[in-house]
């Protein structure tokens, strides 16, 4: 069904894009990215090319080695309210996994950047020392004036991290809201950072995003903070106790760190292990893999079709009519979707 009338084929740069990320080349990564990014239509085709070259070859690997290549990468969402310390926290953790003989990559879930036009913590160095290390790989926050962020791609972007042999992927929410469904559909578990604010101020942490949480780690307890991260830690395990757990095997857990004393990453990291292998085990990660693929094929197939309509002369005309109809109530916004989609089909055929 696939592959074999696509009409198409690499190009030699796509072919040198992809040789590269099998060994692990950075600099060939972050093109690739680009190039998945890119709305131009042959841009994206080559995307395509190139996603389903390199994943062939990583499966053609795992069956030689008869391991489950897929599942042996785990990929960490990391959300949270701006200031909370998700970067400083990434870098710490980031750090210890690299020492551990890990390879982590970086990435940022962004829609924010959709409005904007730029990311919000658009020209931030992030992660300083991360990002000189060789077996990291961190994904600047786009820049302002470039659209899209990492939210519509990061399926795409997961996938070539882990081809190029990083076997982490932290997955860390940059824009407000929408952002953290973005990482939940995108990560293996959910780990919400949270700023020693208890009580009252929890509110504000919407309702949303605590019920995504698998683990919820209260940062900057260190110093003259100490205490108020404790009382965070009760106001928060009280909330999460009112929470139905998404999970049958896990039950949402809280703990405490100071990611710039660096001190409670590695128990931290512990527990986020712990999750690993008791969903790992119970099989559970692998089904939550399958039905984040089954959304992220629903989310492509709606952006693909809304950008071929885009492309589409005659609905563009048709389209600008409908909207005086629609203005002088002439037709409702139901019917003239309906019409649209009649003519967008039959042109198709
Ligand atoms: P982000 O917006 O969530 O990425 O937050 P940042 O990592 O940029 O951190 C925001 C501020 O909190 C910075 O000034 C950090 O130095 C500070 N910060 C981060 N982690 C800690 C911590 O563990 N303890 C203390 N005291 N400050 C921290």
């Not at 578990?189 to 504000?204: E, H, T």
């Not at 128990?267 to 292998?277: A, F, S, T």
């Amino acid at each position: 069904m696939f592959g074999d009338n696509h009409p198409l084929r690499m190009t030699e740069k796509t072919q040198m894009l992809a040789d590269g990320i099998l060994k692990r080349d950075r600099r060939s990564l972050s093109r690739a990215i680009t190039l998945v990014e890119s709305h131009k239509k042959e841009h994206s085709k080559q995307a395509e090319l190139l996603i389903d070259y390199v994943l062939s070859r990583r499966r053609g690997q795992a069956m030689r080695k008869k391991d489950q290549d897929l599942l042996s990468t785990f990929r960490l969402g990391i959300a949270g309210p701006p200031g909370a310390g998700k970067s400083t926290f990434i870098e710490a953790l980031g750090l210890m996994l690299i020492e551990r003989g890990h390879r982590v990559a970086v990435v940022a879930v962004d829609p924010s950047s959709k409005r904007t036009g730029g990311s919000i913590l658009g020209d931030k160095t992030r992660m300083t020392y991360l990002s000189r290390t060789l077996d990291a790989f961190v994904r600047p926050s786009p820049s302002s004036g470039i659209l899209g962020g990492l939210a519509e791609h990061t399926n795409d972007v997961i996938l070539l991290c882990e081809s190029a042999g990083f076997d982490i992927v932290l997955i860390e929410t940059v824009g407000l809201g929408q952002s953290e469904v973005a990482v939940d559909d995108a990560a293996d578990m959910c780990l919400l950072l949270l700023p020693p604010a208890g009580g009252d101020d929890l509110q504000g942490v919407k309702k949303g995003i605590m019920e995504i949480a698998d683990l919820v780690v209260i940062n900057k307890a260190d110093g003259e903070l100490k205490t108020a991260a404790q009382h965070a830690t009760a106001s928060v395990r009280h909330a999460l106790q009112l929470i139905r757990p998404r999970s049958l095997n896990w039950t949402p857990k809280v703990m405490r760190c100071s990611s710039l004393f660096n001190s409670g990453i590695d128990k931290v990291w512990d527990k986020v292990d712990e999750y690993r292998r008791t969903m790992l085990e119970s099989g559970e990660l692998g089904n939550k893999r399958k039905e984040q693929n089954h959304s992220w094929m629903l989310r492509q197939f709606h952006e693909q079709i809304m950008r071929e309509a885009r492309r589409h002369p005659s609905l563009q005309k048709t389209m600008t009519q409908i909207d005086s109809a629609l203005v002088g109530g002439y037709v409702t916004p139901r019917r003239a979707a309906g019409e649209l989609l009649k003519q967008f089909l039959e042109d198709k055929e």
